[in-house]
C-alpha cells in the first residue's frame, strides 16, 4: 500500500531551542531537527520563537502548528518562561530598585515567577536591597559568583522548564550559568558542531540545556521599554505589587489609584514601614509610564 504524501506519523512534538534567519532548531528526545516554517505564520502575524513547543514534520523539516503559548517575552524573544532571574551586581553598575521593579513587573503580568539576585556580596553589603524584596513577598538571593558564596541557594531556582536570566552588562549573568553550569558551554558546542555550524553568537535567544531544564543568558541591556513588554493597563499594576494584596479594596475611593488620593491604604501601609518607599516610588514611576504609552 502506498503511503500518504501527508502521513500524521512524520508529524512530531519538539521545542524550539533556537532560532537564526528563518532556521528553527527543534529538539525532539535526543534529536535536533533544523526546519523551516510554514509561510501561514507569517500571515497570521505569528511566527515561532525560542520556547515554543511545534508540531513538525520531521521528514520535510517543517513547522506546522505552534501550540498554545503560557506567556512570551518580547526581549528577548522566548516564550513558555517560567522563572526570569533579574541580576544586578554591587557597582559598575549599582542597583535600580526602579529597574528591577519593572522587570517583576513584567515578571508577574506574564505569570513568571521573578526571582531578584544580587551579585558581588564580596564587594559590600546588600542588606537594605534584601530587606525591600523580602518585605515585597518576592524571593531575593544575595550571592558571590566569584567566590562561589549563597550559589547553591540559586539552584532550586533552576527546578522549572525555562529560566531567563536578565540584568544589566557587567553585573554577572554569564558568570552566575558558568558557576551553576560550567559545562554548559561545552555541551553547545558539540551540538553546534555536530550541525556544522560555527559558534553561537550572543545575538542569538538559546535555550542551553542543563540536567533540569533551560536556561536563557540575555546579553546584557542598560534600559528597558517597558511598554515593550507589558500590555496592561494602569488599573492592573497595583495587582504586580504583590506587597499591595492586603490593601486592595481598602482605600476610600474604590477606583483609587494609590498615587496620592485620600484615605488611600497603600499610601498608610508605606507611611507606616510596611510597604517598602522603593516600591512605592517606582510603582508610581510605571503608573505614570503606563498612563502616557496608553495616549497614544
Ligand atoms: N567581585 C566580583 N566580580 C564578579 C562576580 N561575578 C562576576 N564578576 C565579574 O564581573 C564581570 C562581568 O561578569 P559577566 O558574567 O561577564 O557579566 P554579564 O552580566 O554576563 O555581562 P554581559 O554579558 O555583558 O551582559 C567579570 O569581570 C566577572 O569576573 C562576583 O561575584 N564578584
Ligand atoms: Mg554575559
Ligand atoms: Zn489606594
Redesign the pocket.
Known sequence: MNTPKNNQENIITGLITKSIAGSYFVEAGDAVFICKARGVFKNRNTIPVAGDFVEFDKDKKVITAILPRKNELIRPNVSNVDNLVI?S?FEKPAPSTLFIDKLCVIAISKKIRPIVVF?????GDFSQYIDVYQKAGIDVVE?????DFNCDKLLEYFDSQITVLC??????????INRLFGDLSLKTAEISQKLGHGKHT?RTTELFKHDKGYIV?T??FSSLLISENIKIKPEELADCFPEFEDYLGCCSFSDCAHTGEKGCAIIKAVNNGIIANSRYESYKQIYADIKSADRW
Open positions: 541580576v551586581s551579585n558581588k556580596c564580596d564587594l550571592i558571590s559568583a566569584k567566590n540584568g544589566n552588562s557587567g553585573v554577572g549573568k554569564s558568570s552566575i550572543t543568558d546579553p546584557g
